[in-house]
């Protein structure tokens, strides 16, 4: 092709057609500004569809991500509800001021129990390294900060923190002080359940902890229905774009 255009150039400088000669030479520049200008657009195209491509498939790994991390909340929830039924059971037994029972055993081991869900964030830090523009709509985009930055990070900061200060502040004092732990760790008895009764101390304790507990079920539940929406939102949008 070059060979071709030297032999047109040859041509017309060697019968003096300067006029011809420079019509032709802006013809050249203009074609060789056409192809540069089409090699750049298919350039761009590509990487365009290459950035479509890795948000579609960050997007479905995202799904994935809070699919787990969903099934995890499910689990959490379920084992805190057995421990606060256990919790209330105690205090059933003190508000009655009924006799020692052996049911209260494992009710007693699981005072200083909770269950504490895995989160995984690993494709969100993703996102986040890469840069937030990658995810293209902005409501969704707007979705998946809410979901990660609110709800997610008050249960595992905010819930997590106040659990575990009072665990460690309060619980271990308390089940120190009055509470023997069997070998087995499934079981546990206080040292006077008598005493225990009238110790207005361990009924604050008590109360405080079936209230936190509480507080910590409803705010999963919450984060779960958030995580759930944002499932359907990522499941629309891949559905939207026909992603596989």
Known sequence: MLRFFRQIRHGLLSDNRFGKYALYAVGEITLVVAGILIALQVNNWNEERKLKAEELAILAE????L?????ELGYAIESNAGYLESYKRIFSYIE?????SVVLDTAFAALDIWAVPYISTTTYETIKSRGMNLISNDSLKKHINQVYNLNIQSLLEDM???EWSFSQNTTQRMMVRNIRRSIDQHKAFPNDFERLKRD????NFLSILINIRADNIRYSRN??????????????ELERRKYP
């Open 62 to 65: 995202l799904k994935a991500d």
């Open 67 to 71: 699919e787990y991390s969903k099934q």
């Open 96 to 100: 009655k001021d009924s006799a020692y």
């Open 160 to 162: 997590g923190r106040w």
């Open 200 to 203: 207005d101390e361990f009924g």
């Open 223 to 236: 984060t779960q229905m958030a995580i759930e929406r944002l499932i359907a939102s990522i499941a629309q």
